[in-house]
């Protein structure tokens, strides 16, 4: 039976881009299905009393300069540093809302993801997300008028309250049949449990 890993995301996360390139390779090796659910990290952080690793200078500058890059040679993946970070992702957070239901997603989560953490882009800046959606093939004024529509607010707004319920206090976080994984550093177990047989 093919499974399912439930990936909550919010992409000015780094290691949401990790987890996200990773679980593209674990879907290659064992034909599992990424459900992506977008939420606001911002808002989980603030629901859940939880605060992002970079407010502690010393843990901040170890995760970026250290951990996250061994990871990245780890899995193989390219990984830079972005001198905008954080980045206010609200918009384009609406954006991976709306692609979803559009069937560009994978081109537009693809596009965002390596902007920032691979080109260093500021995709808080609207010039450079109009280029970068432009550069993936993609219709960006039509993205970016998404972005304003109620329903794709609220979806998004919707995709956070439901995460803090199930008991998400950040992003990325995992759940495979059931089970939460907390962290892209938490991946190996991702792998473990796609190699259980169901019952």
């Known amino acids: 039976m093919t499974k399912t890993v439930e990936f909550y995301f919010d992409v000015g996360s780094p290691t949401a881009y990790l987890a996200h390139k990773r679980l593209q390779q674990l879907k290659q090796q064992y034909g599992?299905?990424?459900?992506?659910?977008?939420?606001?990290l911002g808002?989980?952080?603030?629901a859940s009393g939880n605060s992002s690793p970079v407010m502690v200078p010393a843990k901040g500058r170890y995760m970026m300069m250290d951990d996250l890059p061994r990871f990245a040679?780890?899995?193989?993946?390219?990984?830079?540093n972005n001198p905008h970070f954080p980045i206010n992702t609200l918009n384009l957070m609406r954006g991976a809302v709306a692609a979803l239901d559009s069937g560009y997603f994978e081109t537009y989560i693809g596009a965002v993801f390596n902007a920032i953490w691979v080109d260093s882009k500021n995709m808080g800046d609207m010039d450079t997300v109009i280029e970068v959606l432009s550069n993936a093939g993609l219709n960006a004024s039509a993205i970016l008028k998404s972005t304003q529509d109620a329903e794709v607010k609220g979806k998004l707004i919707s995709n956070t309250e439901g995460a803090v319920e199930r008991g998400l206090f950040g992003a990325p976080t995992m759940f495979v049949?059931?089970?939460?994984?907390?962290?892209?550093?938490?991946?190996?177990?991702?792998?473990?449990a796609l190699q259980q047989k169901d019952n």
């Open 32 to 40: 599992c299905i990424i459900d992506y659910h977008p939420v606001l």
């Open 43 to 46: 808002g989980l952080f603030k």
């Open 73 to 80: 040679k780890l899995y193989d993946v390219p990984l830079n």
């Open 177 to 192: 049949d059931g089970e939460m994984f907390f962290g892209q550093d938490r991946l190996q177990f991702v792998e473990a």
